[in-house]
C-alpha cells in the first residue's frame, strides 16, 4: 500500500475502467499482506490518480475515543458519545477520519466527503467537537490513518486476486460484529466463506 499522493505512472494495460467509490474490497484468502488478512476496506475515493479506503473490522479498544478529545484539546461534558476507534490503514495513522451517516439529500459541507447515498466521511474538527456534546451523527465511528493505491496499483491488485469487491451496507460498518464482519462480507457477494478457503488451500 502506498500513499495517495499519487505520484508516478500507472502499469501498462490498467486502466481505471470503474469507480470503486461506495464499495468494500475484502481480502482474499491468500492476502499477502499481514496487515491486511480477512479485511474489509470501504472505498472513500476512487480516480484515476489512485485510491483511499478505510479498514472497517480492525478495531482499536486501546485507544479512548475521550483521550483522544482531550489530546486535542476538545473539552467534552457528561453527554459526550462514546464513539469506537478503529484501524482505518497503515498510511497517516495520526491522522484520524470519521465515518458515519448522513440524510440521503442535502448539501455538504467543507471537509465532508459523501461516500454514498447516507454515508459520508468527515475530516474537520467539528464533527468531533459535535461529538463531544452528544450530538452529531447517529452512527460514527473513528478511524486512524487510511489505505491508499497509486495509479493503478488497485487495479493491478485486484487482478492478481487480491480483492473482491461488493457492495458496503451500512449494516456492514456500523453493526456486524467485526468477527463477522469478512464472513458477512462475502456471504452477501452469495460467496461460502469456507469454500473460498478450502479452495485457497489447494496446490
Same mark, same amino acid.
Given at each position: 500500500?502506498?500513499?495517495?499522493?499519487?505520484?508516478?505512472?500507472?502499469?501498462?494495460?490498467?486502466?481505471?475502467?470503474?469507480?470503486?467509490?461506495?464499495?468494500?474490497?475484502?481480502?482474499?484468502?491468500?492476502?499477502?499482506?499481514?496487515?491486511?488478512?480477512?479485511?474489509?476496506?470501504?472505498?472513500?475515493?476512487?480516480?484515476?490518480?489512485?485510491?483511499?479506503?478505510?479498514?472497517?473490522?480492525?478495531?482499536?479498544?486501546?485507544?479512548?475515543?475521550?483521550?483522544?478529545?482531550?489530546?486535542?484539546?476538545?473539552?467534552?461534558?457528561?453527554?459526550?458519545?462514546?464513539?469506537?476507534?478503529?484501524?482505518?490503514?497503515?498510511?497517516?495513522?495520526?491522522?484520524?477520519?470519521?465515518?458515519?451517516?448522513?440524510?440521503?439529500?442535502?448539501?455538504?459541507?467543507?471537509?465532508?466527503?459523501?461516500?454514498?447515498?447516507?454515508? %459520508?466521511?468527515?475530516?474537520?474538527?467539528?464533527?468531533?467537537?459535535?461529538?463531544?456534546?452528544?450530538?452529531?451523527?447517529?452512527? %460514527?465511528?473513528? %478511524?486512524?490513518?487510511?489505505?491508499?493505491?497509486?495509479?493503478?496499483?488497485?487495479?493491478?491488485?485486484?487482478?492478481?486476486?487480491?480483492?473482491?469487491?461488493?457492495?458496503?451496507?451500512?449494516?456492514?460498518?456500523?453493526?456486524?460484529?467485526?468477527?463477522?464482519?469478512?464472513? %458477512?462480507?462475502?456471504?452477501?457477494?452469495?460467496?461460502?466463506?469456507?469454500?473460498?478457503?478450502?479452495?485457497?488451500?489447494?496446490?
Amino acid at each position: 500500500m502506498s500513499s495517495p499522493d499519487m505520484h508516478g505512472s500507472r502499469p501498462v494495460g490498467i486502466q481505471n475502467r470503474t469507480n470503486l467509490t461506495g464499495k468494500i474490497l475484502i481480502a482474499m484468502p491468500g492476502m499477502a499482506d499481514p496487515r491486511f488478512e480477512r479485511s474489509v476496506v470501504l472505498i472513500c475515493a476512487h480516480t484515476d490518480e489512485g485510491a483511499m479506503g478505510l479498514v472497517l473490522n480492525r478495531p482499536m479498544p486501546e485507544i479512548d475515543f475521550g483521550d483522544l478529545l482531550e489530546q486535542l484539546g476538545i473539552a467534552t461534558d457528561a453527554s459526550a458519545r462514546r464513539i469506537e476507534v478503529r484501524f482505518g490503514g497503515p498510511v497517516e495513522p495520526g491522522r484520524g477520519f470519521v465515518l458515519h451517516n448522513v440524510p440521503e439529500h442535502g448539501d455538504d459541507p467543507e471537509g465532508r466527503l459523501r461516500i454514498g447515498r447516507t454515508l %459520508a466521511m468527515t475530516t474537520t474538527r467539528d464533527i468531533l467537537e459535535d461529538l463531544a456534546h452528544g450530538h452529531g451523527p447517529a452512527s %460514527a465511528v473513528l %478511524a486512524l490513518g487510511y489505505a491508499g493505491w497509486g495509479p493503478g496499483q488497485l487495479e493491478q491488485e485486484m487482478l492478481q486476486n487480491g480483492w473482491l469487491t461488493g457492495d458496503g451496507a451500512e449494516d456492514l460498518i456500523f453493526s456486524t460484529a467485526h468477527s463477522d464482519k469478512w464472513q %458477512a462480507a462475502l456471504r452477501a457477494q452469495g460467496i461460502d466463506p469456507s469454500l473460498l478457503s478450502a479452495a485457497a488451500g489447494r496446490a
